[in-house]
């Protein structure tokens, strides 16, 4: 079983719409939890890092449910720049900021 | 500023040469990390320096992967006698600190690596 789990996609959504990634992590004993964005052929940039209480960043709403080892994305009012592959991201309690990515969402808006 | 950089931006090689690989980290970044990202997939750790020092190689799949960094700035990553599947991108990144914390890490553009 990998360490974080990811529905791969892809999703296609038109724009405007609202659309919600998922994903599991397998090590309880991890402590900081991120969603990174990667365009097509580019690295991985920091989108933001997610918190228990949850926490919003304009159109984007995170979530860390702990109990569940679960994390969430939200993206409200899609825009065809979100089109990318949006991974999520653990680092591990203890391993300095070594951190262990899922295999990425993809994301595809249409106008 | 400068952002993270690495060399070649691409690589092709024959199977059972050595390459290297070379990332220069944002200027003042002690931690650095090296991960690679094969296709359709997430990138995967695999060595990460503290300074001058690796303080987790853990990642590295076999002893063909060596990593240095011995001025604790610009960092190799060498592979000797490359297999097919070692094609791949291999990125870099840095932060302004690693050890017992987090601190957001920068990713250079990548270099891939295409092994024939």
């Known amino acids: 079983r990998k360490e974080v789990e990811q529905d791969p996609g892809p999703f296609n959504v038109p724009e405007g719409a609202t659309v919600a990634f998922n994903c599991t992590y397998s090590?309880?004993?991890?402590?900081?939890f991120f969603w990174y964005r990667q365009d097509c052929r580019k690295e991985p940039k920091l989108l933001m890092s997610?918190?228990?209480s949850g926490n919003e960043d304009g159109r984007f709403t995170a979530q860390l449910n702990r109990a569940s080892q679960y994390i969430s994305l939200l993206i409200r009012d899609s825009k065809l720049s979100d089109s990318a592959t949006y991974l999520c991201?653990?680092?591990?309690?203890?391993?300095?900021?070594?951190?262990?990515f899922g295999q990425g969402t993809e994301l595809s808006v249409k106008p | 500023g400068a952002g993270v950089s690495q060399t070649p931006s691409n690589k092709v090689t024959e199977k059972g040469k050595y390459v290297e690989l070379r990332c220069d980290p944002i200027?003042?970044?002690?931690?650095l990390y090296w991960y690679r990202q094969s296709l359709g997939q997430g990138p995967e750790f695999l060595i990460y320096?503290?300074?001058?020092?690796?303080?987790?190689d853990s990642g590295l799949p076999n002893d063909r992967f060596f990593a240095v960094r011995p001025e604790g700035s610009v960092s190799t990553l060498k592979i000797q006698r490359t297999e097919r599947g070692d094609s791949a991108v291999y990125l870099c990144?840095?932060?302004?600190?690693?050890?017992?914390?987090?601190?957001?890490?920068?990713f250079g553009p990548g270099t891939r690596l295409t092994v024939l």
């Open positions: 991201v653990v680092n591990p309690y203890n391993q300095g900021g070594k951190l262990i």
């Open positions: 320096f503290q300074g001058t020092g690796a303080a987790d």
């Open positions: 200027s003042g970044h002690t931690a």
């Open positions: 997610v918190y228990s």
């Open positions: 090590n309880s004993a991890s402590q900081s």
């Open positions: 990144a840095s932060s302004s600190r690693g050890a017992d914390s987090y601190n957001e890490q920068f």
